[in-house]
């Protein structure tokens, strides 16, 4: 069997085009395998969740999973992927910007042994500059970051073997980014590069400040590189306080300020004090980003919750 994951937020305006137009006849194509799509509505608040239940009459193999608010893409991806049954499971946006006449060859590597097919954005069509930039600066923070694995470019939109998604639904962090999670695992990958499209309807659910939440969490959770980098940050200071202190004391006291600076000892202090400050500040929040998600993880919460009144063919 192999199962379909589709999260999707506020997409009346388009979902139904893209479901009958692009994805649904992609996979009625596919033979030699029993199917099921998993729509999973991450509490949307238009007419998307009434459409997705009258596929769901109309089609046994489509199961409607319906969160009871909306959780975020990653627990929603997260709450399809733990509800598929398939041998393999591919996971794919609902806005239309990833095509899926490209399933089929996520298939064929599939059954070549991959255990992890990957979809990469290799040319974008009409994205504005900033987007990409935005995106290209994530993957290369990213990479310092130590997250060697994640391939700059790569998506969602991707097929993981049954063997994956097994130790993926053991994963227990609740700040999560999943494409980050599924490279973490390892596991046989291949690649698959396309080109991103424009969104068929409707806005985009993400906004500039819930990616850049994204990422910060992409970074916390991925690595423990941003301690690293503070602390030699903070040794940098130390080292430089120490100097400048050693420079302070010979020039102005040992050897009479030859030069001239005169630097009495508010200034002196104003120094030390500046440069001080400016670590412990910077320490804080470093160290505040990390007490966060330690905070997030011990409260226990279930990483989303599934409507089985609203929910369809879920048994």
Known sequence: MISFVMPIH???????????????????EISGYEKEIILVNDGSTDKTLSILQEYAKK?????????SRNFGKEPALSAGIYVAR??????IDADGQQPPKLIPKFI????????IVTGVRDKYTK??????????LFYRLLKMMGSKSTVPGST???LIDRVVADEFNKLSEHNRITRGLIDWLGFRQEYIYYI??????GKPSYSFKKLVHLAVDSFVSMSTTPLVIFGYIGIMITIFSFMLGMFIIIQQYILGDPLGLKW???VQMTVFITFLVGLVLISQAITALYISHIHAESQGRPLYIIDKKESRNLK
Do not use: C
């Open 59 to 67: 089609n046994k193999e489509i199961r409607v999973v319906a969160l």
């Open 156 to 158: 969602d939109f991707r």
């Open 196 to 201: 991103y499209g424009v969104r068929m309807a």
């Open 108 to 115: 064929e590597k599939w059954e070549k042994g991959a255990e």
């Open 10 to 28: 506020n997409e009346e305006e388009g979902i139904s085009k893209f479901l009958d137009e692009e994805f649904l006849p992609i996979v009625q």
């Open 264 to 266: 009495n000892g508010a």
């Open 86 to 91: 398939g041998d393999a499971i591919i996971t």
């Open 127 to 136: 994205h504005g500059l900033i987007p990409k930039l935005g995106s290209k």
